[in-house]
């Protein structure tokens, strides 16, 4: 079941990718629809299994490297951690793979885009199956792989074609970090398989390093370099300029790898090392902080964006910053519950940004939409169900997840965790004044798109409308229906078993109550602001722009992120590139090199050829010379 | 010993090359045919021979003995785990040289046919000998066919390139010759297994070591002595860049392993933090160039230069993952680079063109080239599930083990590897199509198409089960590193003493 499980992806996808063009476009549509849909129900019962039974395995595929003590296999791992991963894999893939069917209803090349997105899911159960560090690996560059390809998909448009490239060179400076940490993970236990490695972890504690003339716990440096592949994948600040970017894709591919899948990948690193991460609290205290200010960071910047596309973006990259932080408080359990709850809701969001974007005719600016709830009926209430399952309006999804992030964070006592908790509750704040800015901007105020009218808007069909539903419902319920299991203090031994370690048990102490109900009021109180600020007086956050140009700016451009780096890191190594291929090659080493000594070999021997000038009386005068020197020589020695 | 199976390998190209010289027959066609009939029947011999080898010893197996000058050298060939794997590369990459040929070569396609066959002796010449002049004189009788397909059907600049490449290599080699000679005065032998039993007297080890350096680096090409690959790859024709770039550049990855390590082990411990500061500069130095080049085939060259930077940074780590990973990085390139330069080829044909501005969106006009200039650009900057990945991973894997610093800087080349080559595929695959003259190109011929999955497919299936290639050279590296590593212990305990 586990081997069909991971294959029925990858036989879509090389039947679709190979003979697409033989078999049609609508059957390569539903062969990989419908493989996926398989895996997706497979893994529902493989979830079911774990809930019931604790269902464990490890099935051994292939071996991969046998170099000296160096020994991979190719292996599929089930337990609880992969199970949640699986379901939420496939589920997502699988609706998006439908919901494809009509988005991409235009285009020219649509076996070759189903084959990337089941070629993806294949990559992505990979990933989260793997028994070790490098068949991760390997999952890990399979989905950036195929992200590149996603990303690029309209080949023609040369920003998606850099957006592309973006996301596979910025990702490649966190993969960087997480070889260097899976190299360190071989160098130090002699193996890269999680069981054998975390259970050599205890040995290591008080073991250091010598990294750069500094003293260095080698458990801490594992850490860090392993979260600093995280933070590549999960769009993380300083590493996080990519996923904006990545929206060049179209959008189901937004859905389903930079919002459920892939870029939880680092979340789900993190928490799978959990058994390293747990004795390094120097790296968790990072991880929090960079997680706390991903998420402020993003939502500040979320405000002001006018791509629809961007703005569930950046909602995106600060919602992973809340799973980070939960995880660096050590609640990795409820990182999880979040990553399940937003892959439905955030999936939601950006295919009804689809919807609304198919609708439109490919616009995605919200100041050119408006006034088109009534046209589109359907995507305006799922779209609101996403909003509220985002912003956490009680009783939805996200009010459980996210909740539960600030109240552990707080929980955790010390003052990174109350910082965080803050933090948390501020972004919270911001997030749905955000999030509201969008739905109203989008589905009511005026009209205001000049090239098409508002007559020809129509809703999206069926086959994309049934997997927003089915999103839909799962952002209704699944906060509700699953908390229990995932984030009970019971659920820490049961459910979770040994994949998740917690050191110390979790602190089931109950948070005082208005940390309880600060994040929910203002919830509910920012939707009547929001609608204030951006339907009944529209001028008000005009003319706060106006008087704050510089704080506007910063936040319109991003931080100036992109252009910082620009200057640091791409225009001086083409500068450098330059330099060294004009200056150092061609006017240093070819002209003292190879031309100069050739010359030099030219030069001397023109002159040495002067010598035989063929006139007796200048051989007699050299031979005369060289007689006198030779006697000067013999005389004087 | 039986049947001289390495001395009919040695041979059998040369006779090939003959019976072309002599033909009356002046039909091209022809003479094709019988290149090709020739180097596949000596793929095949190739395979039967990897499939007799035995790869559970490090000794060297298959030797012929035989002698040549009377008590001064004998002709000694053998091979062990690492000489087999690029005896079968160069009989794997040379019938598809010589099927590429047809579009490339207009003029002395014969002629251009018998050079490419004595280079395929000699290079098998060089892997197999185990004498050190018999070595030398294969090596550098390697030069001579590479000098005239440069010169003689290269591009504009052909004359400058032809003669920057002889001579500089001929100065570095000149150099071992001087080495080879002391060599023989020193211990009175220059057969390679005797020589291994016997250690080289320390204050000779330092000289010796860094004459065959000189050679081996102009060779590789290590920095600084790299700048004659790019202006010899840019002039010569297809099927000189293939064979340049897949097998004359791991003659010197090859010299490394066979000579500086196993006779010189202490010069080798002692040089080992140059090694690693020339290959790190390389990796970083040639990356950046590339990144630069607006020539698609200097571009790749300048790869070429990076990934060998890999290459001598993972031999000198001395760890079983380092040098396998050295040996299976070299095979790896063989495959990718050939590969690479074949892509840049089959436009070339059609557009006559290396610049890379020249293109641009030719995915709408050859859909199937993309796919497998996307599949070798990968390759290249290391995915995992591609050769290239493999021989990456496990030199860095090594290079920890010695030295992080060193890890952690060449991992950066595989971040700027990442950016050069994809930079590259967008540039010419991908965009808008505006060169009209692109519309006219017709995609992958038959024969074009052959060649290049024949490439692709090892390429893939070693990123997926390397263990082919792992076995056979397992038990070699692991013996010559205890070699080498029992050889240091003498010489510490000698210097205690």
Known sequence: MEIALLFLPLIASITSGFFGKFIGDRSSEIITSFFVSISALLSLILFYQVIVNNYENNVVVASWINSGSLNVNWSIKVDALSSVMLVVVTLVSALVHIYSIGYMSHDPHKPRFMAYLSLFTFAMLTLVTSDNFLQLFFGWEGVGLCSYFLIGFWFKKDSANAAAIKAFVVNRVGDFGLVLGIFLIFHLFGTVNYSEVFQQIPQIIDKDLLFLGIHIEAIDLICILLFIGAMGKSAQIFLHTWLPDAMEGPTPVSALIHAATMVTAGVFLVVRCSPIFEYSPLTLNIITVVGMTTAFFAATVALVQTDIKKIIAYSTCSQLGYMFFAAGVGAYNVAMFHLFTHAFFKALLFLGSGSIIHSFKDEQNINQMGAVYKKLPYTWILMIVGTLALTGFPFLSGFYSKDAIIEFAYLKGNTAGYYAAGVGVFTALLTSIYSWRLIFKTFHGTYNNNKMKIEEIHESPIVMLVPLILLAIGAIFAGFLFKDLFISHESANHFWGDSIKFLKPLNSDHPPLWIILITPTLVLLSIPVAYYLFIKNKELPNQFSQSNRPLYNFLVNKWYFDELYNIVFIQSSKKIGLFFWKTVDIKIIDKFGPDGVSSLIKNLSLRASKFQSGFIYQYAFMILIGLSALLTFLILY | ?497
């Open chain 2, 1 to 497: 010993m039986n049947f001289p199976i390495l001395s009919s390998l040695i041979l059998l190209p040369t006779i090939g090359a003959l019976f072309l010289l002599f033909s009356k027959d002046k039909n091209s066609n022809t003479a094709k045919y019988v290149a090709l009939f020739t180097s596949f029947i000596n793929f095949l011999i190739s395979i039967y021979l990897w499939y007799l080898f035995d790869p559970s010893t490090s000794s060297f197996q298959f030797i012929e003995d035989r002698i040549w000058l009377e008590g001064f050298v004998n002709y000694k060939v053998g091979i062990d785990g690492i000489s087999i794997l690029f005896i079968v590369l160069t009989t794997f990459i040379t019938p598809l040289c010589i099927i590429s040929v047809n579009n490339t070569v207009k003029v002395r396609l014969r002629h251009f046919l018998i050079a490419i066959l004595i280079m395929e002796s000699l290079m098998i010449g060089v892997f197999c000998s185990l004498d050190l002049v018999v070595f030398y004189l294969f090596f550098e009788a390697g030069l001579i066919p590479m000098f005239l397909i440069i010169g003689i059907w290269g591009g504009t600049r052909r004359v400058y390139s032809a003669f920057k490449f002889f001579l500089y290599t001929l100065v570095g080699s000149v150099l071992m010759l001087v080495a080879i000679i002391s060599i023989y005065w020193i211990a009175g032998t220059t057969d390679i297994i005797q020589l291994y039993e016997l250690s080289l007297d320390i204050k000779y080890q330092n000289l010796l070591w860094l004459a065959f350096f000189s050679s081996f680096a102009v060779k590789t090409p290590m920095w600084p002595f790299h700048t004659w690959l790019p202006d010899a790859h840019v002039e010569a024709p297809t099927a000189g860049s293939v064979l340049l770039a897949a097998i004359l550049l791991k003659m010197a990855g090859y010299g490394f392993i066979r000579f500086s390590l196993g006779l010189f082990p202490v010069a080798s411990e002692l040089f080992t933090p140059l090694i690693y500061i020339l290959s790190l500069i390389a990796i970083l130095y040639a990356s950046l160039v590339a990144l630069m080049q607006e020539d698609m085939k200097k571009l790749i060259a300048y790869s070429s230069v990076a990934h060998m930077g890999f290459v001598t940074l993972g031999i000198f780590t001395i760890t079983q993952q380092g040098i396998e990973g050295s040996i299976i990085q070299m095979i790896s390139h063989g495959l990718v680079s050939a590969a690479l330069f074949l892509c840049v080829g089959v436009v070339y044909d059609r557009m006559h063109s290396r610049l890379i501005n020249t293109y641009g969106g030719i995915v709408s006009v050859m859909p199937k080239y993309s796919i497998l200039f996307m599949l070798f650009t990968l390759a290249a900057l290391g995915l995992p599930g591609t050769s290239g990945f493999i021989g990456e991973f496990l030199v860095l894997m090594g290079a920890f083990k010695d030295n992080f610093l060193v890890a952690v800087i060449a991992s950066l080349g595989v971040i700027l590897g990442a950016a050069y080559m994809l930079w590259l595929y967008r540039r010419v695959v991908f965009g808008n199509l505006v060169n009209k003259d692109l519309l006219k190109i017709p995609d992958l011929d038959n024969s074009e198409k052959f060649i290049l999955w024949s490439l692709a497919i090892p390429v893939l299936f070693l990123g997926f089960y390397p263990e082919p290639l792992i076995n056979t050279i397992e038990v070699s590296v692991k013996d010559l590193i205890e070699m080498y590593n029992f050889n240091l212990n003498m010489y510490s305990q000698e210097v205690k003493k």
